[in-house]
T-cell receptor, first 114, second 115 residues
Framework: EAGVAQSPRYKIIEKRQSVAFWCNPI?????LYWYQQILGQGPKLLIQ????????DSQLPKDRFSAERLKGVDSTLKIQPAKLEDSAVYLC????????????FGPGTRLTVL | AQSVAQPEDQVNVAEGNPLTVKCTYS??????LFWYVQYPNRGLQFLLK??????LVKGSYGFEAEFNKSQTSFHLKKPSALVSDSALYFC?????????????FGQGTTLQVKP
């Protein structure tokens, strides 16, 4: 079975520029998550989708971050404008909606903001 | 506040020796507990989980973890370490009271297995 796909794998931008990340979850997985992993820290949930609806975006910096999941499949996470502190790995994960199952993670996008 | 702690930034062990990576959590309800491993430039890979039942959980690659409710711990163990086990390990919790799938991760422990 194909895993969670993410692109690009690496991105370098200057502060105040915009950037977008793409995620394609495992087929059939209704739940999609975006995590931010800053170097030396564990991943932190930014936003969770159930199909195309937002379940939890309490830790998403909404003044600069946005995410969408049109048609309940692929998802895009955008940062506009980027700050130096946004340098991190952005991980996408997906799962079935049942509460007990594990999450499957993609390889991540490493963002460097200069 | 709900939190997860991994008290050791790094664990060093010789190949063939047993290893333990520690995890404790603070919770107001009953948690689901997970261990994930991360190799360089790769996403997190699931190792094992505790939901209910036997306190000793067996997972991938010979790893196991022991749930201790009284000590609120979920330490990862392996009887005989391999050099290939060297990686970054994350403990994570998900709370039964949560209506979301939100995982709360520890800060990670780097495991270094030396030949």
């Amino acid at each position: 079975e194909a895993g969670v796909a993410q692109s690009p794998r690496y991105k370098i931008i200057e502060k105040r520029q915009s950037v977008a990340f793409w995620c394609n979850p495992i087929s059939g997985h209704a739940t999609l998550y975006w995590y931010q992993q800053i170097l030396g820290q564990g991943p932190k949930l930014l936003i969770q989708f159930q199909n195309n609806g937002v379940v939890d975006d309490s830790q998403l910096p909404k003044d600069r971050f946005s995410a969408e999941r049109l048609k309940g499949v692929d998802s895009t996470l955008k940062i506009q404008p980027a700050k130096l502190e946004d340098s991190a790995v952005y991980l996408c994960a997906s799962s079935f909606p049942a509460r007990t199952v594990k999450q499957y993670f993609g390889p991540g996008t490493r963002l460097t903001v200069l | 506040a709900q939190s997860v702690a991994q008290p050791e930034d790094q664990v060093n062990v010789a190949e063939g020796n047993p290893l333990t990576v520690k995890c404790t959590y603070s919770v107001s309800g009953n948690p689901y507990l997970f261990w994930y491993v991360q190799y360089p430039n790769r996403g997190l890979q699931f190792l094992l989980k505790y939901i209910t039942g036997d306190n000793l959980v067996k997972g991938s690659y010979g790893f196991e973890a022991e749930f201790n409710k009284s000590q609120t711990s979920f330490h990862l163990k392996k009887p005989s370490a391999l050099v290939s086990d060297s990686a970054l390990y994350f403990c994570a919790v998900r709370f039964l009271s949560s209506n979301t799938g939100k995982l709360i991760f520890g800060q990670g422990t780097t495991l270094q297995v030396k030949p």
